[in-house]
C-alpha cells in the first residue's frame, strides 16, 4: 500500500516536473533552446542516439561500457580494500603498517589521479580502472576498518571465553559486526566509481557516457547532454539499488522486529 | 581444595598517568563446588576480581589461580556471565547459546538436546530462533546465563546476572539457582548487591571493603542453612522470614552500610 502510495507520488511529481519543463521552454519560450533543451530536442537526441549512433557509438553501447567499467573498478577496489580495512581493525600491526600509506594518499583528491593515469595507460579502459580504483578504494576500506574497530569489547570478550576459534570469529563474529558499516563504506565506493568514471571519460574516452557528454557538449548539443546526464542518473540509480537489496538481504537480523 | 584462589591480589589502573590503586590485598579462595558471593560498596573491584580470575585482567600483585595453576587467558571451562549480557545481535538465540558448544566439538545431535535443555530451563520456549534485539532486558540477561550454563563448566563466574530482571523472574531464577546447585553443584564466584540475595544463594558470603577494596569479612551462610534447615523451605519468602535468615542479612547490610558511610565523593 505505502509503497505503491509512493509509486504514484514519485511519478506525479515527475509529471509536474515534466508540465513545467515543457511549459518554461517550448510553450513560453522563456528557457532559451541553446541553454536548456525543450523535451522534443531532448527526445529527437534520444532517439537519435538509442536507433543510430553518436560519439562512436549507440546509447546502449555506451552504457554497457561505463556500466562495465564502473563494475570492474568497484569490485576490484571492494575486493581488496575490504578485506584490506578488516584486517587493519583487527591487527594493529598490520594497522601500524598500512596506515602511513593511506595518510599519504588520501589528500589526493581521485579526480587528481585522471592525469597521471592517461599519461600512463592511455585513452583505454584501464587507465579509468585505476582512477576508480583510487576513488572507491579509500571508503571501503575506512568504513570496514571503522566497523571492526567499533565491535563491542563484551562480545570480544564473550567471544573469548567461549574458546571460539581465529576462522570462526572471523566468519561469524568479525563480519557480521562490521557489515552494516562495510556496506556503508561499499555504497559510497559504487558513488565513488560513478564520479569518478564520467569525469574521467570527459577529460578522455574513445567510448561511454562521458565520452557523449564530452562530444555533445563540444558540438552544443543540449539535448544529447540531458540524455547524457539522465542516463548516468537511471544508471547510478539501479546500481545502488542493486547493492541495497543485497545489503537488505545480508541485514536481515536488524530488520526482524518482534 | 581451593578452586578459585585470590592471594594478596593488588591492581592498579592507570588512568591519564595517574595510578588508582582499586585492588589492595585480596585474599579470598572458593573451595571446588562452593557459591561464593562477593558483595560491596559500588566501584570497590568486585568485577575487577571476577575478570581476573576470568582471564581478562591480570592482578599487578600476587596471584590469581584457577584450579592450582596462574589464570593466563579466558576459556570455556570458566563461563563468565557479563554484567552488560554481551549477546551476538546477529545471531539468534538458540545460536547464541551453542556457539560455545560448537567451540569444544561437541557433535551436533548431543548440541542440540544440551541447547534445548538451556532454553527450558531459561523459560525461553517459543524465542529459539529471537534474536537478542527482539527480547526484553531480563529475557536476554536469560540468553548469557544460558550461554554459560550450557558449557556445563567447572568453574561458573557472574557478575549481577539477575540485576536486569524484573522482581518476580528475579526470584524464579534465584530459586532455580539454589534448585541447579543441590543437584549439580558448581564452583560459583558471584556478584551481587542484592544482600538477600547473597544470603540465599551463597555458602559464604564475601563483604568488600571501598576502594581499594579489600576482603572485609568472610560469612559463613552454609552452616546456619544447614543447621536451620533453610532447604525445607521451598519458597525464597519463607526461607527470608526466617529468624537466622534476617540476623545473617542485617549483619552484612550493618558491614556494608559502615563502608558506605565513610565513603568519600
Ligand atoms: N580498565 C580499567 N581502566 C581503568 N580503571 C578501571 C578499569 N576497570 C575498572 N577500573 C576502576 O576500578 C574500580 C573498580 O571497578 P569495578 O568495575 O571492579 O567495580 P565494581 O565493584 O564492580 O563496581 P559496580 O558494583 O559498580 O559494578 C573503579 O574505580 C573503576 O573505575
Ligand atoms: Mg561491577
Avoid at chain 2, 552454609?222 to 542479612?249: T, Y
Wanted: proline fraction near 5%; include cysteine.
Amino acid at each position: 500500500m505505502t509503497n505503491n502510495r509512493r509509486l504514484i507520488v514519485g511519478f506525479a511529481t515527475l509529471a509536474v516536473i515534466a508540465a513545467i519543463w515543457y511549459v518554461m521552454t517550448e510553450a513560453t519560450g522563456w528557457i532559451s533552446p541553446g541553454r536548456f533543451p525543450t523535451p522534443l530536442d531532448t527526445w529527437d537526441a534520444l532517439s537519435q542516439v538509442t536507433f543510430g549512433e553518436y560519439a562512436n557509438g549507440a546509447l546502449y553501447e555506451h552504457a554497457f561500457h561505463s556500466v562495465k567499467l564502473v563494475l570492474l573498478g568497484f569490485m576490484v577496489a571492494a575486493g581488496i580494500g575490504v578485506p584490506l580495512g578488516l584486517l587493519m581493525g583487527w591487527n594493529s600491526k598490520a594497522e601500524a603498517l598500512i596506515n602511513p600509506i593511506f595518510l599519504l594518499i588520501r589528500p589526493i583528491p581521485p579526480l587528481a589521479w585522471i592525469p597521471l593515469a592517461i599519461l600512463w595507460l592511455g585513452l583505454g579502459d584501464a587507465a579509468k580502472v585505476m582512477v576508480i580504483w583510487f576513488a572507491a578504494f579509500v571508503p571501503s576500506v575506512v568504513n570496514s576498518y571503522t566497523g571492526v574497530k567499533a565491535i563491542d569489547p563484551a562480545v570480544i570478550e564473550a567471544v573469548r571465553m567461549l574458546g571460539t576459534p581465529r576462522w570462526r570469529f572471523i566468519r561469524e563474529v568479525m563480519i557480521p559486526a562490521a557489515l552494516p558499516m562495510i556496506f556503508t563504506g561499499l555504497r559510497l565506493s559504487l558513488q565513488a566509481s560513478w564520479t569518478t568514471l564520467v569525469a574521467a571519460e570527459l577529460v578522455g574516452a574513445l567510448y561511454g557516457l562521458g565520452r557523449v557528454l564530452n562530444v555533445a557538449q563540444q558540438d552544443i548539443y543540449p539535448g544529447m547532454i540531458l540524455v547524457g546526464m539522465i542516463s548516468v542518473a537511471i544508471l547510478g540509480w539501479a546500481t545502488t539499488m542493486i547493492l541495497g537489496q543485497v545489503e537488505q538481504r545480508s541485514l536481515r537480523w536488524m530488520q526482524v522486529r518482534g | 581444595m581451593a578452586s578459585i584462589e585470590f592471594s594478596s591480589v593488588g591492581k592498579v589502573f592507570n588512568r591519564a598517568g595517574i595510578d588508582f590503586v582499586t585492588l589492595d590485598g585480596v585474599d579470598l579462595s572458593v573451595a571446588e563446588k562452593e557459591f561464593v558471593a562477593i558483595v560491596g560498596p559500588s566501584g570497590c573491584g568486585k568485577t575487577t576480581c571476577l575478570r581476573m580470575a576470568a582471564g581478562f585482567e591480570f592482578p599487578t600483585l600476587g596471584t590469581v589461580k584457577v584450579n592450582y595453576r596462574d589464570v593466563t587467558a579466558p576459556g570455556p571451562d570458566r563461563a563468565v556471565v557479563f554484567q552488560q549480557f554481551a549477546l551476538f545481535p546477529w545471531k539468534t538465540v538458540a545460536q547464541n547459546i551453542e556457539l560455545g558448544l560448537r567451540n569444544k566439538g561437541v557433535p551436533k545431535v548431543e548440541r542440540q538436546e544440551r541447547v534445548k535443555n538451556a532454553i527450558a530451563l531459561m523459560s525461553l520456549q517459543g524465542y529459539e530462533s529471537a534474536y537478542p534485539h527482539q527480547l526484553s532486558g531480563g529475557m536476554q540477561q536469560r540468553v548469557a546465563i544460558a550461554r554459560a550454563y550450557v558449557l556445563e563448566p567447572e568453574v561458573l563466574l557472574m557478575d549481577e546476572p539477575f540485576g536486569a530482571l524484573d522482581a518476580q523472574t528475579r526470584v524464579s531464577m534465584q530459586e532455580e539457582l539454589v534448585r541447579l546447585a543441590r543437584v549439580n553443584p558448581r564452583t560459583v564466584l558471584f556478584i551481587t548487591h542484592a544482600v538477600e540475595e547473597a544470603v540465599y544463594l551463597a555458602d559464604r558470603v564475601a563483604i568488600m571493603t571501598k576502594r581499594p577494596g579489600r576482603i572485609k569479612e568472610i560469612i559463613d551462610i552454609k552452616s546456619v542453612r544447614l543447621a536451620e534447615k533453610w532447604d525445607e523451605h521451598e519458597r525464597i519468602e519463607d526461607v527470608m522470614d526466617l529468624e537466622s535468615f534476617v540476623h545473617l542479612r542485617t549483619h552484612i547490610w550493618r558491614s556494608l552500610r559502615e563502608e558506605k558511610g565513610s565513603q568519600v565523593h
